[in-house]
């Protein structure tokens, strides 16, 4: 790929948009996900992806829809062809790991070949954990000829979360459950268990490396855990609360130990905890402020969590 002109862009994961930005490639974008909306001044580019499926359900009418349209073999986001066809990117950025997530790796090369005389390179991700978050980072950097920068911002992003473990590491260690989906019940998995790790907690269901697993209501009210944090996919903090709150009413979830004291929490999942990007840190910065209050002044307090309050 030749240096002489500049790289054109199209990313179609907010994670990636945001890495791309982080590396200093932000005025190298001509396209995007519908999805992205980090930074806030992205709004005038080209749209190349759409949702098939209405996010204004219920979780379950979601959830149903979402599990129906992949048992049909059917994708749930769609690639604009034409709009990547005009936008003429040279590096197109998508991930193969989870079809729910984003434009899955095979939609994106069908698109791809379907463009006349392009040659694009397309870069796919699979974040499964917080080292392969890293690996993502500098593979973008590769292709984008910034090497150098991409083992910059992943080693900054090292430092910053040592920092936080070492912060917590002599501290009592509550238990945790990161609830990703509330009808199903879902945990959250992949970087998130290593994340409340390193904030100074201990995952009840998670695992590092492995997909959100279901949640079995029972195993969570036998658990008991200490705090509860919701992080939804692809909802924000208002969605958030609400879904909390539902759940918060039911007689079964009275009884866990984090409803009795007031630690259930809600975060905006869909701009930290659903992005495995830079802002994974700010992530982990959030756990801590909730596993921890005494610690300091909370940064992302009102904007990246709440307490919630029972109705």
Known sequence: MSTEQPIRIASLLPAATEIVCALGFQDNLVGLSHECDYPNDLASLPVCTKALISPDGTSLEIDTAVKNALKNALSIYHVEDNALRIVKPDVIITQDQCEVCAVALKDVEAAVCDLLESDAQIVSLNPEDIENVYKDIERVADALNVHAKGAELTQAMQQRLEAICHATEKRETPSVACIEWADPLMAAGNWVPSLVDIAGGHDLFGQAGLHAPWLDPEKLIAANPDIIVFMPCG?????????????????????????????????????????????????????????????????????????????
Request: aromatic letters at 10%; glycine letters at 8%.
């Open 235 to 311: 909802f924000g903090l208002e969605r958030s609360t609400q879904e909390a709150q539902t759940l918060m009413q039911t007689q079964e979830w009275q009884a866990i130990k984090a409803v009795k004291t007031d630690n259930v929490y809600a975060t905006d999942g869909n701009s930290f905890f659903n992005r495995p990007g830079p802002r994974i840190v700010e992530s982990a910065e959030i756990l801590t402020e909730i596993f921890f209050p005494d610690m300091g002044a909370p940064q992302h307090h009102g904007t990246g969590w709440v307490k919630v309050a029972q109705l």
